[in-house]
């Protein structure tokens, strides 16, 4: 079937040269993470590794990615926690104004991010003199503001999974005399379960790399690792954020080509 | 009972975190410094501003359809190309759309910086004495906000692709249509809703970017967003920063409500 749309040689060169743009600014990383200056220049003849060892040697950059790793995690679980409660109540209750709380739920995604990272900015300004916890540039704030900006991400997954769960396997547990709390963790959750992990990961990834309402709430203290990587772009470019850059584009390569193989021995089967 | 233990937390927190707030934003945007529409008359009639605001639609408009264009020819070889094709296109896609917005604008500025690739490629064989401005320019931006939003592009035009009943394209072929007829006659018209719906949202996340623009555009091709962001942290202006935001907000909601009576439509 497919053979019937091969596509011609004009969108092969098109779409060939735009796959090539798409990857021609990460292989330029590549040599500029070698230069042995400390400004953003390309090595002549001497290539150095000065810069993976300033990633190593200098405690902040490590600092800064334990931090985005506790904040993604915590994040993560409690974005999942209110997504998965939200859409077993969505699925099992079908309230009757399920299309106004599914709009506020997805508003954040929605809405643009400086729009969000305003308003989260005025929210942790209006409730640090209250507290001490989740307070403007401290990490739990972070994480409430990430929670906002990630939880609509968990709650599509979610549907979608739980839009793909048989709902005759329920009524049947409800008309055996199973209890709600049984017909929950005994039949819808284990359905679910991938749609789950792949909330929690895509929650936890999307806090890892969010860096648009980060830099509205933090200043000095909850620096995380895109906050720091935006410090070493912003002024003087720091060419240790192309040592950083080719970690994590070697990190992301070998997940996605892991994937594919996978995905690829699956169908074997 | 079980309503409030499952619906009301998810309720509870975005109400309280980001409903209120947000509502908060668009009522100072007619109350600071006081009551009045003074904040949108400033918006709408500064020089300044409404010079960003026009920059914005420019960039945005010719960022979409840049990327809209690239990313079809992208989708088409993706789905349809010889294998080892499909596999770099895929790989091309996905490494990108999953690597941090930092790394990505880095690699920008290390091919266009005035000691980045080209720049030396183009000195070390000759070809131009002095660097050339690659950066720090609308050129820049654009470049940089066309590679971030290619693969949300690809998305709603793959599944547009998947849905072609290739049958059609076949009986057109039986028929001695030519290739470039069955494309630019049948195969284009058929995945429209694909195109529009892939337009829409780079056109709707092109509005509210201000990272890519911020480090590409070095603070000379300012566009809105990064107007609201210079108004909180550099010289201050609530108000306006507010009721620009306010006018992100209605103009983005405009066109996701064209975006949903168009799904629709499609489905009736």
């Not at chain 2, 009721?243 to 996701?256: E, K, N, P, Y």
Request: proline residues 5%; contains cysteine; glycine residues 8%.
């Amino acid at each position: 079937m497919t053979v019937s749309l091969k596509p011609g040689p004009v969108t092969t060169a098109i779409g060939a040269l735009t796959a090539v743009f798409l990857l021609m600014p990460l292989l330029a990383v590549i040599p500029v993470s070698f230069t042995p200056k400390r400004y953003l220049s390309l090595p002549k003849g001497e290539w150095s590794l000065r810069h993976y060892e300033a990633l190593w040697d200098k405690p902040e950059w490590g600092d800064s990615v334990l931090l985005s790793l506790q904040i993604g995690v915590t994040a993560a679980v409690l974005a999942t926690l209110l997504a998965t409660a939200f859409c077993l109540g969505f699925w099992m209750l079908r309230p009757k104004a399920g299309g106004l709380l599914a709009g506020i739920a997805l508003l954040p995604m929605l809405a643009p991010p400086v729009v969000s990272a305003l308003t989260l900015y005025s929210f942790l300004q209006a409730i640090t003199p209250w507290n001490s916890w989740v307070v403007y540039d401290g990490w739990l704030g972070v994480v409430v503001a990430h929670t906002v900006m990630v939880v609509p991400y968990a709650v599509v997954i979610l549907m979608v999974a739980l839009s793909q769960v048989d709902r005759k396997i329920d009524l049947s547990a409800r008309s055996m005399g199973a209890n709600l709390w049984t017909r929950i963790h005994a039949v819808i959750l284990p359905n679910i379960r991938f749609g789950i992990l792949s909330a929690f990961m895509l929650s936890f990834i999307l806090s890892w790399d969010e860096i648009g309402v980060t830099l509205f709430i933090t200043s000095v203290k909850a620096i995380t690792l895109p906050r720091r990587m935006w410090m070493g772009l912003r002024d003087n470019v720091d060419p240790t954020v192309a040592a950083l850059s080719v970690l994590l584009i070697v990190l992301v390569t070998l997940v996605i080509l892991g994937r594919l193989v996978w995905e690829h021995s699956q169908k074997a089967e | 009972m079980s309503r409030l233990f499952t619906l009301a937390p998810l309720m509870l927190f975005l109400g309280l975190a980001y409903l209120i707030p947000l509502a908060g934003i668009m009522l100072q945007s007619v109350t600071t410094p006081e009551f009045g529409m003074q904040n949108y008359s400033q918006a709408l009639g500064d020089p300044l501003v409404w010079s960003v605001i026009r920059r914005t639609l420019r960039i945005c408009l010719s960022v979409t359809a840049i990327a809209v264009v690239l990313a079809y020819a992208l989708t088409l070889l993706w789905l349809n190309g010889s294998r080892g094709m499909r596999v770099f296109v895929e790989l091309a896609i996905m490494i990108p759309f999953w690597l941090s917005v930092l790394s990505r604008t880095f690699g920008w500025l290390s091919l266009l910086s005035n000691r980045g690739l080209i720049n030396t490629w183009l000195q070390s064989i000759g070809v131009i004495s002095e660097p050339l401005t690659l950066i720090r320019n609308e050129f820049g931006v654009i470049l940089g906000m066309v590679h971030f939003l290619i693969p949300f592009a690809v998305f709603p035009l793959a599944s547009a692709m998947r849905d072609v009943d290739t049958r059609v394209v076949l009986a057109a072929r039986g028929m001695g249509a030519s290739r470039l007829r069955i494309f630019w006659q049948i195969f284009v018209p058929m995945t429209k809703s694909g195109i529009i719906g892939a337009a829409l949202l780079v056109f709707v996340f092109s509005l509210g970017f201000y990272i890519v623009p911020t480090l590409l555009g070095g603070g000379r091709s300012v566009m809105v967003a990064e107007l609201i962001y210079l108004r909180i942290f550099q010289i201050p202006n609530w108000g306006l920063a507010a009721a620009l935001s306010a006018l992100i907000m209605l103009s983005i909601g405009a066109f996701l409500v064209a975006l949903i009576k168009r799904t629709e439509g499609t489905m009736k």
